[in-house]
């Protein structure tokens, strides 16, 4: 019996040690303890690759093919891997897979620019509930989305996934985005941190801000998101930034991003093996993607000679560890690979109607009756512009153009145009011969250019029809900035086109509707007396051709603003003397490896400071083509005198907006800020908040109410390193746009307030 005991108790001992904890949620530490290094390395770095056996491709990074990265699986402690996949307007994934007959299409949502375009945060919340459905639904767990970078120019390749030129805008976007994507019980990644604001040798550029606009301008957005949504991860971008790669900067990924905004989630460099793993580690970037053994092995390495110490280590491997436990493939989630995209498509259509904006209407040219016989030209009425290319573009099942969405509006296409516009496009794509856009044209498909079309046809297009409608369009993307010549400016094509069907259907007293399907700011200024209308609907997903065709009609009264102003010149842009906009053909590209310095390509000085988009045009009295917040809409709005007081905490305002128009529509308020004299030298004006009304009857009024705290109403005061809000009269504006403002009153701030934090992210001074 004694004997029997004992071999009972030694088996125990024995099972004892060999015991492996599971992970749980509520055993992280225990887990930890029981890693190895190999295995805490392993979970630092993604795994690029699948495992083939016996020619079969399994295991996490082949499970969702199509999808960027994943984090690897440790079995032995109950880790489960992630999947991690673009991002952001819809996933992006493969359609089809080998072998299977069945397809994974995901929703093309509109861009992020148009998405801010709305200026409704509730409504991109809303939305980005169903994109976060579809990133559930396939089995993914973290959207690599969304973009946020500011809009310091307007040549950036990616300024189209990107909010707007404002940080408040860019930031409460942000924070409405990921709160619908996580509302799924999946993981966001606000990208790319941070100043990724050009493509042209993204991997190596060298931003070079003052700590000034570093806070005001390219921090504050992430700010506000990281504050107000809590994201699950966060992505460091490839670019340097004063010297340093954003990867590496502790300052950057710890003392700023954690200690002082308190983020919770974990980091994760864009996707780029760069040789400093151990450097990125310690500063807090959490997890390399996509992943290779190298970055496993250095960091190995360096806790073996002491690079990088265990506490520093654990440090990011329990952050992982905090991160797989709220995943889907740790809950064990049965995805069933079926979203409801049907539903999908009408959410994106919807949203893209709330953000269209509209530039110009003359003499009430829109909307139109819905049955007029239309002429409509240029190349992207066929080929129209969903989204952009690179990491950003959306494998979606079908892209309505604007020729099927006027059809099916009602409207009568001129049959000669549409039959030659769609033997053009039909050709090119036979053969081949497309004009790539910017970026990686093999991404996101090709862009065909405009093309000719002779003036006496165009003479007797306007006899026949009733109105003209020209789409131009747009198409930029990952890896290359815009250019000035032909894509900022029109083509020489373009503006023929436009020049004719302006001369001709005018003659004929017949009006002519231009619409933008662009990507980013274009030049207006010299053309735009040609048009009598201007429709801007950005590129707005999978079924925006049909929100603009409810938009010409008058289904939908347009609501949206512009997120960033419209310059007359593309050097008015004070960034524009340091942006790589004609760089001789050595622009674009990824830029590996080092050379010798280059202006804006191997370092670019943001010598504006904070003097970024309206922020220059308004207090430095600049004209503008369209400025910051404009646009039309089929009602007229009349704003109340507005209510201001001051609160313990800054001040709480009001103001009655009525519709009195003769149709029903919504209108943006956006509350801009005079700050007294005696602080730091400021813009004339700032935007401290906004609201959007809901769809207002005619004759009916809405109360909208903001709440703006002093630590709002802050700059940063480089000397004392810290946030400061002067003292005296506060002047609080509310306009329809930056120079429309309707009405203000003002409040007073008693003292002074200030709110120091770490001096860290100075320039280096040679
Ligand atoms: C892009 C990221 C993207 C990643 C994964 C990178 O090249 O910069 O935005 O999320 O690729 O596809």
Redesign the pocket.
């Known amino acids: 019996m004694k004997r029997i005991l004992l071999t009972a108790m030694a088996l125990g001992l024995t099972l004892a040690a060999f015991a492996q904890p599971q992970l749980t949620k509520d055993n992280i530490d225990e887990v930890l303890k029981a890693m190895t290094l190999e295995e805490k390395a392993t979970l630092l770095v993604g795994g690029a690759r699948a495992a083939i056996v016996n020619g079969v491709t399994s295991g996490i990074a082949a499970e969702v093919p199509g999808a ?2 994943n984090t690897r699986p440790i079995e032995r402690l109950g880790i489960p891997g992630t999947v991690l996949a ?2 952001p307007a819809g996933l992006r994934i493969n359609p089809t897979r080998q072998g299977d007959s069945r397809t994974y299409y995901c929703t093309g949502f509109p861009v992020g620019t148009l998405l801010a375009s709305s200026w409704d945060l509730d409504m991109v919340e809303e939305m980005t509930r169903a994109m976060g459905n579809e990133v559930l639904e396939y089995g993914v767990d973290v959207l ?1 989305a969304p ?1 946020m970078n500011i809009h310091r120019n307007p040549l950036c390749g990616r300024n189209f996934e990107y909010f707007s030129e404002d940080p408040l805008l860019s930031g409460k976007m942000a924070a409405a985005y990921v709160r619908g994507i996580q509302s799924n019980g999946v993981g966001t990644s606000i ?2 941190y941070m100043a990724n604001n050009q493509e042209t040798n993204r991997n190596e550029n060298d931003a070079r801000i003052s700590q000034r606009a570093l806070r005001e301008i390219y921090l504050k957005n992430f700010e506000i998101a990281v504050k107000e949504s809590d994201p699950w991860t966060v ?1 460091s971008s ?1 670019n340097q930034m004063n010297g340093e790669y954003t990867q590496q900067k502790f300052d950057l990924l710890t003392t700023v991003l954690r200690d002082e905004w308190g983020f919770r989630g974990i980091v994760m460099t ?2 780029g093996n760069k040789a400093g793993t151990v450097k990125s580690a310690k500063a807090g970037n959490d997890l390399m993607e996509p992943g290779n053994q190298n970055e496993i092995d250095r960091i190995i390495a360096g806790v073996k000679d002491g690079t990088i110490s265990q506490e520093e280590l654990d440090r990011n491997v329990r952050n992982m560890l905090h991160y797989i436990v709220r995943t889907p493939h740790f809950r064990g989630y049965a995805y069933g690979n079926a979203p409801d995209l049907k539903a999908h498509a009408a959410v994106a259509r919807k949203a893209a109607a709330e953000s269209i904006v509209l530039l110009r209407n003359e003499k009430e040219t829109l909307p139109l009756k819905g049955d007029e016989k239309v002429a409509l030209y240029g190349v992207s009425s066929v080929d129209f512009v969903a989204g952009g290319t690179g ?1 950003g573009n959306v494998n979606k099942a079908y892209v309505v153009n604007m020729e099927e969405a006027m059809e099916a509006a009602g409207f009568t296409l001129d049959k000669a145009l549409k039959n030659f516009y769609r033997e053009h496009k039909a050709y090119n794509l036979a053969t081949r011969e497309l004009t790539a856009g910017n970026g990686w044209s093999t991404w996101g498909g090709t862009k065909l250019a405009e093309t000719p079309i002779p003036a006496a046809a165009i003479q007797a297009e306007a006899k026949a029809n009733d109105v003209a409608v020209v789409v131009l369009g747009r198409n930029a993307g ?1 890896g290359a900035d815009r250019h000035q010549m032909n894509d900022f400016e029109l083509t020489n094509t373009e503006r023929e086109l436009l020049q004719n069907v302006s001369t001709s259907f005018r003659a004929q007293g017949k009006r002519v509707v231009v619409i933008l399907n662009i990507g980013g700011v274009i030049e207006t200024a010299s053309w735009k007396g040609l048009a009598d209308a201007i429709v801007l609907p950005w590129s707005p997903g999978q079924e925006g051709a049909n929100a603009v065709a409810d938009v010409l009609t008058g289904k939908v009264n347009p609501s949206g603003k512009l997120p960033m102003t419209f310059p007359v010149n593309f050097m008015d842009h004070l960034s524009s003397a340091n942006f790589p906009y004609d760089y001789n053909g050595q622009q674009g590209g990824f830029g590996w490896g080092r050379r010798a310095p280059r202006k804006d390509v191997d370092y670019t000085d943001y010598a504006e400071g904070i003097w970024v988009g309206y922020r220059h045009f308004q207090t430095h009295g600049v004209e503008v083509s369209y400025p910051f917040g404009y646009g039309l809409t089929y009602s007229y709005f009349v704003y109340s005198d507005p209510k201001v007081k001051a609160t313990a905490d800054g001040f709480e305002a009001s103001v009655t907006v009525t519709n009195q128009g003769r149709v029903a529509g919504k209108e943006v308020v956006q509350v801009y800020v005079h700050a007294p004299e005696g602080g730091l030298e400021k813009p004339d004006q700032e935007l401290k908040a906004f609201a959007k009304t809901r769809l207002l009857a005619p004759g009916e009024s809405q109360t909208l109410t903001f709440k703006v705290d002093a630590y709002s109403l802050a700059s940063f005061n480089e000397a004392a390193s810290a946030w400061e809000t002067a003292a005296g009269v506060y002047t609080v504006n509310f306009g329809s746009h930056i120079q429309d403002l309707r009405r203000s009153a003002s409040f007073k701030l008693k003292a002074p307030k200030s709110w120091p934090v770490h001096n860290v992210l100075a320039p280096v001074t040679e």
């Open positions: 960027a990265g673009d991002g690599l973009g990208k790319h992505m490839y864009d996707w990491s990952e």
